[in-house]
């Protein structure tokens, strides 16, 4: 109960609880749906067994005083009539407009209460919603029309979506590289061929794959608000629009600027170039980004917390064999920088020792304090310094 204090308290959320445990570790005897009262018994495997044995069948809680040592009984029907008095029942709308939260119990490891959770989460999940995009023609199509502002229903025909994040090397064997893409639309089949909005490039997307925890599978096809593997080369990144003709763009994914800006260098000089490409892919997958100052040859990378170091200092270890040290940085602040092209040149010619490109290359301010980046604001007012940036 404490738990579900702190949910109330620390996310604003009301808490309803949906199954409730009895016991647990080795005296775990199954746990009780709230409101319901049905008792989903829990079957241990035995020693050396290979295999789960089946759960006894579900039957009201009053009824499976078997189950149970003495007392054991009688306190999960006190606490049940606790937790259901003290906790709102759940309400799906309340659910959906994010007043509350289920809170349901299960086990992994003992394979327990997983086919309610998957049941609930097929039962109450909302359903694909309508989204906003435009109809535009890929960067660089002379004499192309202006954006035309649309809305995509997910029972249109045409299949649409979008990259929200790329992923490399999950398996450890292989260098692969796989963009998660995440449908808006139409019915998807293996060898179907999608174009890139922003670029033009048609992918025959011949081995798309379906997740479920650890195990993949090849997907044969696929709906609106499936998700979906791409393997891709470098081809995807995040913020991609995907679409049969290559002419629906959806708004791309935020980049918030980091608080936290440090330098990276690894211990080996000899491994530098392999840093680079590492860093690259790190950042593409949002890990952390980077930064790389118009001069000098440091790499500059951005978190919003200490524990996204320590994430890709693991990571560069693990996957690319890189013992890296991460240093203190005389920056501050990150800003993206706009404006026009003049302004843009005028601006970066003055600060030429802050400014860096991101993994985009777009430019970038890097200011020593917060009050350095409110002085250069006032100071070029036709340069718009922004804390986000639309990827894609």
Excluded: C
Aim: proline share 7%.
């Amino acid at each position: 109960m404490a738990l579900l204090d702190e949910i109330a308290s620390r996310l604003q959320l009301d808490p309803a609880p949906i199954w409730w445990p009895a016991q647990s570790g080795n005296r775990l005897r199954g746990m009780v749906e709230m409101g319901t009262g049905r008792f989903q018994p829990y079957a241990r495997k035995p020693a050396g067994a290979a295999e789960d044995v089946p759960h006894p069948e579900a039957l009201p809680l009053s009824e499976a005083g078997q189950y149970f040592e003495a007392g054991e009984h009688e306190a999960l029907l006190e606490a049940q009539e606790l937790v259901e008095g003290g906790y709102p029942a759940f309400d799906r709308q309340s659910f959906l407009e994010g007043h509350m939260t289920p809170v349901l119990w299960g086990s992994a490891l003992r394979h327990f209460g997983i086919d309610e959770l998957l049941a609930a989460i097929g039962e109450w999940a909302p359903p694909p919603k309508v989204m906003k995009a435009h109809k535009a023609a890929p960067a660089g199509t002379r004499n192309a029309a202006e954006p035309v502002p649309l809305t995509v229903a997910p029972g249109e025909a045409e299949v649409t979506g979008f990259v929200f994040k790329v992923q490399a090397n999950m398996d450890p064997n292989h260098r692969d590289r796989i963009a998660m893409f995440r449908m808006a639309s139409g019915k998807f089949t293996r060898g179907m061929k999608l174009k890139v909005q922003n670029t033009g490039k048609q992918l025959s997307v011949n081995a798309p794959i379906m997740f479920f925890a650890s195990d993949r599978e090849l997907a044969e096809d696929a709906y609106a608000g499936d998700v979906i593997g791409i393997p891709n080369h470098g081809v995807l990144r995040v913020g991609d629009s995907l679409s049969e003709t290559g002419l629906i763009r959806f708004a791309g994914l935020p980049n918030f600027a980091p608080e936290i800006l440090q330098r990276v260098r690894v211990k080996d000089p000899l491994k530098a170039k392999h840093l680079k490409k590492a860093l690259d892919g790190l950042a593409e997958e949002g890990v952390t980004q980077l930064f790389r100052p118009e001069m000098g040859s440091d790499f500059i990378v951005g978190a919003v917390g200490q524990l996204q170091f320590e994430v890709m200092a693991d990571r560069l270890g693990e996957e690319y064999g890189l013992e890296v040290i991460f240093e203190p940085s005389p920056w501050a602040e990150a800003r993206w920088i706009g404006g026009t092209k003049a302004d843009l040149e005028d601006f970066m010619s003055k600060y030429r020792g802050q400014m860096a490109r991101d993994i985009d290359d777009d430019p970038v301010f890097l200011a020593k304090s917060s009050w350095e980046t409110g002085y250069v604001m006032e100071r070029f007012p036709v340069v718009a310094f922004t804390k986000t940036k639309e990827r894609g």
